[in-house]
């Protein structure tokens, strides 16, 4: 996938904030989350994802609505990847479920006027 911006549509649409920190080593971490964000890219109502890591990790996945949302957390091969995630790779994570009511970008911010769009 792109590293860079996720290419959103005018809201509102779902994200899911999944923020991380992980145990030592690799253990086909890296083989697998690329494996799972070719799955989601594939999953109906899938729009774009973000992720970062610097010690901690965040990944947002955008989704047209919570049910597709929804629909990918019970993906069969998304279920195993979570399962070894906690029993593997994760010392800690939070999962956030939120409703993008605004959004712009640099080319499309009205910066300077009465506030943020």
């Not at 494996?35 to 010690?55: D, K, Q, T, V």
């Not at 989704?63 to 979570?82: F, M, N, P, S």
């Not at 593997?88 to 943020?116: C, K, M, N, Q």
Request: hydrophobic share 40%; charged share 25%; glycine share 8%.
């Amino acid at each position: 996938m792109d590293d860079g911006i996720a290419s959103t549509p005018e809201p509102p649409y779902t994200a899911v904030i999944f923020t991380s920190l992980r145990t030592e080593g690799d253990r086909d971490y890296a083989a697998t989350a690329a494996a799972m964000e070719r799955l989601a890219a594939r999953e109906p109502g899938f729009l774009g994802l973000e992720s970062a890591r610097e010690g901690l990790g965040i990944t947002v996945s955008y989704w047209r609505d919570e049910a597709a949302a929804t629909a990918w957390k019970g993906v069969v091969e998304h279920l195993a990847a979570q399962d070894r995630g906690r029993r593997e790779w994760y010392r800690d994570y939070a999962v956030r479920i939120a409703t993008v009511h605004r959004a712009y970008t640099l080319s499309t911010s009205t910066f300077g006027d009465a506030g943020p769009r």
